[in-house]
Nanobody, 123 residues
Framework: QVQLVESGGGLVQAGGSLRLSCAAS????????MGWFRQTPGKEREFVAA????????LYADSVKGRFAISRDNAKTTVYLQMNSLKPEDTASYYC????????????????WGQGTQVTVSL
């Protein structure tokens, strides 16, 4: 069982930066791959970034590649999403997910989810 709590969302102007955090607890965290997804009203949750449990491999959606960076600190049981050069189209609720399997770009690849944190990017 893994519990996830996201934080760090907020309102930022286009071109700005935010760092999201996902604090995890539970026995299986250290062996879990982690992913970030985002969702806007009326749309499906979409993949943003993922990282393996050791942090050696990462994967990004094309829309955020070069602007976002996922990382993890297993000592703090926290996963981060550094978001730079933010655009209005990045506005969404951001969710982190955890899986005991290899990381995935689809929501059904994750067993555990946090409650989400809102990111709003203004012009």
């Amino acid at each position: 069982q893994v519990q996830l709590v996201e934080s760090g969302g907020g309102l930022v102007q286009a071109g700005g930066s935010l760092r999201l955090s996902c604090a995890a607890s539970g026995r299986t965290y250290s062996s879990s791959a982690m992913g970030w997804f985002r969702q806007t009203p009326g749309k499906e949750r979409e993949f943003v970034a993922a990282i393996t449990w050791r942090g050696g491999d990462t994967l990004y959606a094309d829309s955020v590649k070069g602007r976002f960076a996922i990382s993890r600190d297993n000592a703090k049981t926290t996963v981060y999403l550094q978001m730079n050069s933010l655009k209005p189209e990045d506005t969404a609720s951001y969710y982190c997910g955890a899986t005991e399997r290899f990381y995935s770009t689809t929501t059904d690849g994750y067993r555990y989810w946090g409650q989400g944190t809102q990111v709003t990017v203004s012009l």
